[in-house]
């Protein structure tokens, strides 16, 4: 039987420690040289091994958080009527992903505008300049689009299994099987566009990836979500893990210095079975190690959302004022914006938080403090 009276402390701590890797990413992929999208530039035509990172994050850290969404999905609705927890997605995910766009996220918007093209906005009259900042705002805000949209269709689809014999049959089946289903993982990727065109939405569909995002997000609502399923992940962590580096050095050896966000490379066989199994071994080894809590893990879990939320303001602002308007090397560029970012993002999720009305807007939360953010939400 799957038991989830037991509060899940591993989705809590594994969620906000992916959210502090998504803040550390961003520094990173701000100064990249790689032509990706939304970055600043780097510092020269010659390699930047601190980019790295970006080859060891970015296949696995937004499909694992859609894998937890999904769990956590499946909990609350166990508790909660469709109806009710609909809504509270809506406010939650949606509200500040519109509403929160012309309330804070704007800012963020007038910096890309100005790393995209400083002259763009000049002759543009004042409230168009400040509709295109809000629209240019979106940023990391695709991830909370793409849930609210996959919790409308979960609501759709979780009814062709309402006696969740799909959802027990996995609780039986090894981990062989789990694994396997790294298959699905790749056959996401492939929904990508190859060859986006220019002055079209490919890109923009490339960035949010819906097609591939949904399936680690039902698997996580119909398979992960089992207490046996994670129990047999939670056993192999290890060799998962051992394996996950293996093929990840390979990956990193063999395409560092192509541009790691096209679609070619994401959809390539060697960067599908890196990803999945390190959003396996990451899942078995919080299961495993980290299935408890304290008082940072605490805090930790009610300020992630918001710390994703407002991080992104602080990256392009800060990170634009020291490449522009300093002559600092980049061996202090990116600690400053390290600095910056774990601390200046905390204050600010703070302070918006005990804002009446401005919480709502850009949090999605009515209360002072924001929401838990559990294994059961």
Known sequence: MNNTATRKHWIDNLRWVVVLLVLLYHVIYFYNNKNVFGGIGGFGDGPQYQDVLMYILYPWFMPLLFLLAGISARYALERHAAGDWFR?????????????LFVFQWMTGYFNTLIANPDMLASV?????????????????????????????????????????????WGKRGIFWIIMLGVLFWLGEQTLIQHPRPESADGLLNLYKPLFYLIPFLMGYFIFSHN????????????LMVCAVLFGTWLVVTTFG???????????????????????AMMGWFRACFDRT????????????????????????????LKVHTQLPPAAIYPILAVAVFTLSPLINEVISRIPFIRWCVLGIKRQRPERSSGKE
């Open 258 to 280: 192509q541009d790691n966000t096209s679609p070619q490379y994401l959809s390539s066989g060697l960067n599908c079975i890196y990803g999945w199994l390190m959003c396996l």
């Open 125 to 169: 009259p004042q409230p168009i300049k400040y509709f295109i900042c809000a629209i240019s705002g979106i940023g990391p805000l695709w991830f909370i689009q793409d849930l609210w949209l996959f919790s409308l269709v979960l609501l759709i689809v979780r009814k062709i299994d309402p006696s969740n014999k799909f959802h027990n049959w």
């Open 294 to 321: 304290g008082a940072f893990a605490s805090y930790m879990t009610r300020s992630s959302y918001g710390l994703y939320i407002v991080h992104y303001l602080v990256i392009a602002s800060f990170g634009y004022m």
């Open 228 to 239: 046996l399923v994670q129990e047999k992940v939670a056993k192999a962590w290890v060799p």
């Open 88 to 100: 509270s997605r809506t406010r939650k995910l949606l509200v500040p992903a519109t509403i929160g």
